[in-house]
C-alpha cells in the first residue's frame, strides 16, 4: 500500500523539530481530520539555510512533511513557493488516494510559513495573492 520512500519517511523522517525565533512558522490542519502540520523556516537573504517540522497525524503525513523539508532546504523562497502537493507526491513514488490530503497539507505549510516569514518582513510573494489554506482536506471517510 505504502511505497519504500513513505515508509523510509515515516519511519526516519528527517528535520523533524522546531527552529527557536523562526523567519516564518506556518501551521495548517486541524484536530477534527487529526492531522496537524507545523514547519519552521530559517531564511537568509531569500534562501532557506533551515527547515524544521512538527507533524501531528498519520504515516503518510509525516512523510509529506519529511520529503517537503528536503525538497525546499536551500532553495529560494520562490522556489519552494513552486513546490505542489502533486511534487510532494511524486518524490514519495506515490500516497494512496485517501492520504493525498496530506500532501496538500504539506505545500500548505510551506506556502504558510512563507507568507508568516514575508508579513515578518514587509515582503509582499505575488505567488501567495489569494492564497488561502484550507480548513478540511476530506471528507473524513474511512481510512
Given at each position: 500500500m505504502y511505497t519504500?520512500?513513505?515508509m523510509d519517511h515515516f519511519m526516519n523522517p528527517r528535520n523533524v523539530g522546531e527552529i527557536e525565533n523562526a523567519a516564518g512558522v506556518g501551521q495548517v490542519g486541524n484536530a477534527k481530520c487529526g492531522d496537524i502540520m507545523k514547519i519552521y523556516l530559517d531564511v537568509e537573504d531569500e534562501i532557506i539555510k533551515d527547515v524544521k517540522f512538527k507533524t501531528f497525524g498519520c504515516g503518510s503525513a509525516?512523510?509529506?512533511?519529511?520529503?517537503?523539508?528536503?525538497?525546499?532546504?536551500?532553495?529560494?523562497?520562490?522556489?519552494?513557493?513552486?513546490?505542489?502537493?502533486?511534487?510532494?507526491v511524486e518524490a514519495l513514488g506515490g500516497?494512496?488516494?485517501?492520504?493525498?490530503?496530506?500532501?496538500?497539507?504539506?505545500?500548505?505549510?510551506?506556502?504558510?510559513?512563507?507568507?508568516?516569514?514575508?508579513?515578518?518582513?514587509?515582503?509582499?510573494?505575488?505567488?501567495?495573492?489569494?492564497?488561502?489554506?484550507?480548513?478540511?482536506?476530506?471528507?473524513?471517510?474511512?481510512e
Open positions: 519504500e520512500k513513505v509525516i512523510a509529506s512533511s519529511s520529503v517537503a523539508t528536503e525538497m525546499i532546504k536551500g532553495k529560494t523562497v520562490h522556489e519552494a513557493l513552486a513546490i505542489t502537493n502533486k511534487a510532494v500516497l494512496p488516494p485517501v492520504k493525498i490530503h496530506c500532501s496538500v497539507l504539506a505545500e500548505e505549510a510551506i506556502k504558510t510559513a512563507i507568507l508568516d516569514y514575508g508579513k515578518k518582513n514587509n515582503i509582499t510573494f505575488k505567488e501567495l495573492e489569494g492564497f488561502n489554506p484550507t480548513e478540511d482536506h476530506h471528507d473524513h471517510e474511512e
